[in-house]
C-alpha cells in the first residue's frame, strides 16, 4: 500500500453508489481523483475500455493499491479494513451487525429497486411513481431500525458506513420528491451530516461532472 498514490474514483456525479465512496475516500483522507463517467445521456459506462475496468459496466470502480475495486460496499469495506484510522465500523462485532443491517436494507432493499437501469425498463410516466413507492418501503423500514439504533447518527454518536449509504439514499428520495420529513429519524441524521466536509464535499453538486439544473 502506498501512502503517496491518488487512487483514481469512476464515478457519476449522480450515482448514490459513487457518492457513498466518496464520503468514505474523503471521510479517511484518502487522495483521489475522479474520473467521470457519464452513465445517462452518453452510455459512456456501456464502452469496451470501461467493461474491462468493470465487467458489470456499473459505477463505481476505485484504482487503489494497485488494483481495482468494484462495487460500493465491498470498496467501502476494502477501505475500512485496510485504512483503520477513522474507523467507520464499531469494534464490537454484534454492533458491527446492526451497522450492517442498516447499510443491507439500503443498498440492498431499496436503492437498486430505484436505479437507473430498472427505472429505464418502465414507461417514463410510471418512473417517479415507482421510486417513490420503494423508496417509502424502505425508509418506513429504516425508521424503525434507528429507533433503537441512533444516536446522533445512523448507530450511536459516531459516524458509520450506515450513514455514508443514508445520505445518498436522501439525496435520490428528494430527487424522486419522496417527503423525508415524514421520517423524523432521517431527516434530523441527513440535516446533521449534510455540513460535514467529508459529506459536503462528496455532494453530487460538488462534483467535476456535475450538470446545473439537471432534473
Not at 4 to 11: C, D, N, P, R
Not at 94 to 112: M, N, W
Request: aromatic share 8%; hydrophobic share 40%.
Amino acid at each position: 500500500m502506498s501512502g503517496k498514490e491518488v487512487a483514481t474514483l469512476y464515478s457519476y456525479w449522480r450515482s448514490s453508489c459513487s457518492y457513498r465512496v466518496r464520503i468514505v475516500l474523503n471521510f479517511k483522507g484518502i487522495p483521489y481523483e475522479v474520473k467521470p463517467v457519464n452513465i445517462w445521456k452518453k452510455d459512456e459506462h456501456l464502452t469496451p475500455e470501461y467493461c474491462a475496468i468493470n465487467p458489470m459496466q456499473q459505477v463505481p470502480a476505485l484504482r487503489i493499491d494497485g488494483r481495482t475495486l468494484i462495487d460500493s460496499i465491498s470498496i467501502m469495506h476494502y477501505l475500512e479494513e485496510t485504512r483503520p484510522e477513522q474507523p467507520l465500523l464499531p469494534s464490537d462485532p454484534a454492533d458491527r451487525a446492526k451497522v450492517r443491517e442498516i447499510v443491507s436494507v439500503i443498498a440492498s432493499g431499496i436503492q437498486p429497486l430505484q436505479n437507473v437501469g430498472l427505472l429505464q425498463l418502465l414507461p417514463e410516466e410510471e418512473r417517479v411513481q415507482w421510486a417513490q413507492r420503494v423508496i417509502n418501503k424502505g425508509f418506513t423500514a429504516l425508521e424503525k431500525l434507528l429507533a433503537n439504533s441512533a444516536g446522533k447518527y445512523c448507530f450511536g454518536d459516531s459516524i458509520s458506513i450506515a450513514d455514508c449509504c443514508l445520505i445518498p439514499q436522501v439525496y435520490n428520495a428528494r430527487r424522486f420528491k419522496v417527503d423525508v420529513e415524514t421520517y423524523p429519524a432521517i431527516a434530523r441524521i441527513d440535516k446533521d451530516l449534510l455540513s460535514h466536509p467529508a459529506f459536503k464535499d462528496a455532494h453530487p453538486d460538488n462534483q467535476p461532472d456535475a450538470v446545473k439544473d439537471a432534473k
